[in-house]
T-cell receptor
């Protein structure tokens, strides 16, 4: 299967600072990547669709100014949590597929703790 | 609305037992996947199965797209099978390549 790598796997930051999370497709090019958020003992909730070379598409209720997404190349998407607050603490995970309507692969996830 | 429902929400098994997890979906689909989320949070791909039956070791899955459900079978369960199992669906009518996740089934296999 395809490999999607996410970094860092765990990060602790202070309130008010920004944190960048990277998602890379290692062995294929992905024009689209997806960012999810998962609360403890809950399912994955789609936050946004990252589109290479264009603006991300955010799901309803997700603050685009809080969660900045950049998809600068066909193998890298970044999610920046700006001015983080404790309520932003969560597990963030990205995914990508080789082609539209094909199998999706997920990164290892990033556990963010804001103190 | 468009929904993906998994049952049961929780499952406790004795090692060696067999079990069946179910995923119901509300509309026609292009893609259906089963995942196992391990204790570290990583989603492991189990099956890509929009229709038909597949087997991989002690796991197998069947999707009956016309009746809008999929089943995941775990045979001879082991403690390493513990974790959360998610079904995720790409609906025909979904914009882009967005997967919709079910609520998951939390499995605990006791030795």
């Amino acid at each position: 299967g395809a490999v999607v790598s996410q970094h860092p796997s765990r990060v602790i930051c202070k309130s008010g600072t920004s944190v960048k999370i990277e998602c890379r497709s290692l062995d294929f090019q992905a024009t689209t990547m997806f960012w999810y958020r998962q609360f403890p003992k809950k399912s994955l909730m789609l936050m946004a669709t990252s589109n290479e070379g264009s603006k991300a598409t955010y799901e309803q209720g997700v603050e685009k100014d809080k969660f900045l997404i950049n998809h600068a190349s066909l193998t890298l998407s970044t999610l920046t949590v700006t001015s983080a607050h404790p309520e932003d603490s969560s597990f963030y995970i990205c995914s990508a597929s080789r082609e539209r309507h094909t199998e999706a692969f997920f990164g290892q996830g990033t556990r963010l703790t804001v103190v | 609305g468009i929904q993906v429902e998994q049952s049961p929400p929780d499952l406790i098994l004795q090692e060696g037992a067999n079990s069946t997890l179910r995923c119901n979906f509300s509309d026609s689909v292009n893609n259906l996947q089963w995942f196992h989320q391990n204790p570290w949070g990583q989603l492991i791909n189990l099956f890509y199965i929009p229709s038909g039956t597949k087997q991989n070791g002690r796991l197998s899955a069947t999707t009956v797209a016309t009746e809008r459900y999929s089943l995941l079978y775990i045979s001879s369960s082991q403690t390493t099978d513990s974790g959360v199992y998610f079904c995720a669906v790409l609906f025909d009518k979904a914009a882009g390549n967005k997967l919709t996740f079910g609520g998951g089934t939390r499995v605990l296999v006791k030795p």
